[in-house]
Nanobody
């Protein structure tokens, strides 16, 4: 069983940056693919970015390309989402998700483990 805990959310002005963290307990991220999703008020949860820590593959949503970067620190068993040039439309609860294996999925279905989410608010 894997437990995921996100942190790093907060309030930031437009154009600013935040780094979200997703720490895993139970098993190492090196055997998983991880994804970040977000859900804005009144909207469905949407895909942001995913990565496989087995083969290094990544997949970014159009909204994340050029502004967000996913990375991992294997020693800390933590996955990060660096978010730069934030916009008010990035305001949402951000969720970390993980699945065994190397699939890099841009949809929720394959992900088996989910964190509780962390709030990101971008003011204009």
């Amino acid at each position: 069983q894997v437990q995921l805990v996100e942190s790093g959310g907060g309030l930031v002005q437009a154009g600013g940056s935040l780094r979200l963290s997703c720490s895993a307990s139970g098993r190492t991220f090196s055997r998983y693919s991880t994804g970040w999703f977000r859900q804005a008020p009144g909207k469905e949860r949407e895909f942001v970015v995913a990565a496989s820590w087995i083969n290094g593959g990544t997949y970014y949503s159009d909204s994340a390309k050029g502004r967000f970067t996913i990375s991992t620190d294997a020693a800390k068993n933590t996955v990060y989402l660096q978010m730069n040039n934030l916009k008010p439309e990035d305001t949402a609860v951000y969720y970390c998700a993980a699945v065994d294996g190397s699939v890099v999925a841009g949809v929720e279905g394959p992900y088996k483990y989910w964190g509780q989410g962390t709030q990101v608010t971008v003011s204009s």
